[in-house]
């Protein structure tokens, strides 16, 4: 991997919501700057974007910020986004605090929580509220309530930080 344009990798995911099936085409720009005039033109056009930072690697903490003000002059304004703190089971290698990356979400008004790629914990929860959120904004009537996506993974998310999850 890592080399040229195999960063830039594609999955489909379908995920069930209230019996619908939501098709995600997932796109994975592993975040590298020399890709950002390529990657550009793939994120501008999306309707969710998960930016996912390493809790065991400070610079990819830092990383973030860049990409936040990037995300905001370049994708659509109504994106869904969505700080994911990665490798959420590696307690003994943490170097940033769940609270950093909780302060840095609230800061951008955008929803966090720790997954693990390893364990799965919080990862269908990181697609399912996305889903979850482009079906009701495709669907919803016009008495109908939002979609509160920050409640919805508050009231599901599983607590990473002490325990190794
Ligand atoms: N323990 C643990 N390891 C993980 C987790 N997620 C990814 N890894 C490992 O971290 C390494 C890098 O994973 P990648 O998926 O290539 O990460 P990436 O950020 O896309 O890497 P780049 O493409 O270099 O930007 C691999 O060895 C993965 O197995 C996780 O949640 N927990």
């Not at 700057?33 to 390529?38: A, D, K, L, P, Y």
């Not at 930016?51 to 990037?70: C, G, H, M, Q, V």
């Amino acid at each position: 991997m890592h080399t040229c344009l195999s960063s830039l990798s594609l999955q489909n995911k379908v995920v069930d919501v209230d019996n619908l099936k939501v098709k995600l085409q997932i796109w994975d720009t592993a975040g590298q700057e020399r890709f950002r005039s390529v990657t550009h033109a793939y994120y501008r056009d999306a309707q969710a974007l998960l930016l996912l930072y390493d809790i065991t690697s400070k610079p990819s903490f830092d990383n973030i910020r860049a990409w936040l003000t990037e995300i905001h002059e370049y994708a659509q304004k109504d994106v869904v986004i969505m700080l994911l703190g990665n490798k959420a089971d590696m307690a003994a290698e943490r170097v940033v605090k769940t609270e950093d990356g909780e302060r840095l979400a609230k800061e951008y008004g955008v929803p966090f929580m720790e997954t693990s790629a390893k364990t799965g914990v919080n990862v269908e929860l990181a697609f399912l509220a996305i889903a979850k959120e482009l079906k009701h904004r495709a669907t919803q009537q016009p008495n109908e309530p939002k979609f509160q996506i920050h409640d919805y993974i508050e009231s599901q998310k599983q607590k990473t930080g002490c325990c190794g999850m």
